[in-house]
């Protein structure tokens, strides 16, 4: 395997002791992961990959998205606009200032 250029996790409110039960996943943030594969596919972004992450805890900012290695850290992206606005700015190698929630 090759390794990744970018990594992305999108936060499930996976806990160690039972189901989701945080903001993001009440805002259905796992609706995200089959649209992001489809659209690095159809973007050609091959060097990416996403993965479902348990609690990031930071709850009231949900859904949370985060870009690895750059570190970005994305808050309320409840939809599919708000995400091609982040894969845009990762094409362009910058951050998507507008969804930041981390410096």
Not at 44 to 66: F, Q, R, W, Y
Request: charged share 25%.
């Amino acid at each position: 395997m090759e390794t990744p250029k970018h990594h992305i996790l999108v936060c499930g409110s996976f806990r160690a002791q039972g189901a989701p039960q945080g903001i993001c996943h009440k805002k259905e943030s796992s609706q995200l992961l089959p649209y992001l594969e489809n659209e690095l596919s159809d973007r050609g972004m091959t060097d990416v990959i996403v993965s479902a992450t348990a609690c990031l805890n930071v709850c009231e900012k949900g859904p949370i998205v985060v870009v690895h290695p750059e570190n970005h850290w994305y808050g309320e992206i409840d939809s599919e606009d708000k995400m091609d606005e982040i894969l845009d700015a990762l094409e362009e190698g910058e951050a998507c200032e507008e969804y930041l929630i981390s410096e």
